[in-house]
């Protein structure tokens, strides 16, 4: 039995939805199997941006594009403590996680991390940090006959991130702790081993964030003020109490976390300068507008997470379809930054797309939608764009062979990434990269 549908035009509205939805197979192991296409495969056969379709066992409005963003972050009909499985939410963003708040309680939160994640002076000193230890990481790379990128990014951000916490950690920890990091993120797109792995990683690893934050309110550590081992460990919830130690454990990774992630979009970046040659010279000076373009189209044409998922607040009526209360409203990420209606020839690396405008928070939602100031979209965007930036320009300025090798990422695969994790050998920095190494450390 095959999925039946109302057919619309592409932005079409006919009336309520005529789907008889007790009949639907669940299509979770498909999604599974088909990965980022799932969605838009359906979209483009039935000639719609919104259908109707069993998933994780309930009706789901399965929808992409500008104003199904806007639908998706519409805090009077839909809610936004996002329905992720529980497997998920447990391995990937830890139980009683800002991402599973909402309301009151969840912006109260959400404030803390924007008051390290967006604050221009904690921007700065990150990114200070970063240029540092990837110049440092690169300097490794010339004594070593062949690295693979996506490897190396994980050690490397993952040294920026417990830095720029106010992280204690020898380098030897911090290299376990970054490749833990980076296992919770790769679990997320499986039930099978993947996930296992990552469940692993994060039971090794949010009792040593729990000891972080004991030893802060104990006072066997003082990390720098405003950093965000000092700003999570003494941040009071809504009642006017430190959050518990494990919660603050969890917070603490959501804050680290995310800056391991950076490695699968530090990896596109290096395939699209290989790809798209032209772009080294016009990056390698450090024009900010155009480094920012370029973060941006990778992350709007590279795949990262698949769709977001939530349920709706109360019954409202949306392009034909009745949305009872508690149904469940999928927005397909890749599928609404590969839309043809909002990006022409979506399958094309161009970064002009960006150069002298700012993203349409509904159209660009590599991150989510809105403002991360009122709603879900990611609080650490501004800090993805920023290493991005940083690798970017890193990239630029160095000289490296590239092997033959398999680049390919598998669209089945969630997260994906090149297979071979990009290697490069004969690794040669600029000469104003050997002179930063060679410094004094600030």
């Known amino acids: 039995m095959t999925e039946q549908r109302q057919r619309l035009g592409p932005r079409g509205d006919t009336g309520h939805s005529t789907i008889p939805t007790r009949r639907l197979l669940d299509r979770t192991v498909a999604f599974l199997a088909e990965g980022y296409t ?9 000639g719609t941006d919104a259908f109707e379709m069993r998933l994780l ?7 992409r594009g500008r104003e199904a963003a806007q639908l998706f972050y519409d805090r009077s009909r839909v809610r936004h403590a996002r329905m992720v499985p529980r497997p998920i939410r447990r391995t990937l963003f ?12 969840h912006r109260h939160r959400k404030a803390m991390f924007l008051s390290v994640t967006a604050d221009p002076a904690a921007l700065a000193a990150l990114s200070e940090i970063a240029a540092d230890r990837w110049n440092a990481a690169a300097s490794r790379w010339e004594t070593t006959e ?47 081993p993947r996930q296992v792995r ?6 090794r690893t949010e009792p040593w964030a729990w000891r972080l934050i004991r030893g802060v309110r104990a006072g066997e550590l003082d990390p720098p003020a405003g950093s965000p081992l000092q700003v999570v460990a003494s941040h009071r919830d ?3 109490e430190l959050l518990d130690p494990r919660t603050a454990a969890v917070e603490l990774l959501n804050i680290v976390r995310p800056i391991v992630a950076v490695s699968w979009f530090v990896t596109f970046a290096a395939l699209a300068l290989q790809t798209h040659p032209e772009w080294r010279a016009r990056l390698a000076d450090g024009d900010e507008d155009l480094l920012e373009a370029f ?37 397909d990420v890749y599928g609404t930054c590969h839309d043809p209606a909002l990006w022409p020839d979506p399958q094309r690396f161009d970064p002009e797309r960006f150069v002298g405008r700012e993203p349409d928070p509904f159209a660009f939602v590599p991150h989510g939608g809105g403002d991360p100031a009122t709603g879900h979209r990611c609080a650490g965007e501004r800090v993805t764009v920023e ?28 997260p994906t990434r090149p297979r071979s994790g990009f290697v490069i050998a004969n690794v040669r920095r600029a000469a104003a990269l050997r002179a930063r190494h060679a410094a004094p450390s600030r």
């Not at 799932?38 to 039935?46: A, G, L, S, T, Y």
């Not at 951000?157 to 204690?168: D, H, M, S, Y």
Request: aromatic share 10%; charged share 30%; with cysteine.
């Open 38 to 46: 799932f969605f838009v495969r359906r979209f483009e056969r039935w």
């Open 57 to 63: 066992g309930r009706t789901a409005l399965c929808t």
């Open 94 to 105: 830890g139980e009683g996680a800002v991402h599973l708040l909402d309301g009151a309680e």
């Open 146 to 192: 062949g690295v693979a990128l996506f490897d190396e990014a994980v050690v490397t951000l993952g040294e920026i991130a417990f830095a720029w916490a106010g992280i204690p950690v020898e380098r030897a920890e911090a290299v376990s702790r970054a490749r833990d990091l980076a296992q919770i993120v790769d679990s997320f797109g499986s039930f099978g």
């Open 198 to 203: 990552g469940r692993m990683a994060r039971w």
């Open 238 to 240: 809504l009642d006017g």
């Open 295 to 331: 973060a941006h189209e990778v992350r709007r044409l590279y795949p990262f997470a698949p769709a977001l998922a939530d349920r709706a607040r109360r019954d409202f009526h949306w392009r034909g379809h009745r949305v009872p209360r508690r149904r469940m409203i999928v927005l």
């Open 387 to 414: 290493l991005l930036k940083g690798a970017t320009l890193l990239l630029t300025r160095l000289n490296y062979d590239v092997p033959r090798q398999d680049l390919r990422f598998p669209l089945t695969r969630m």
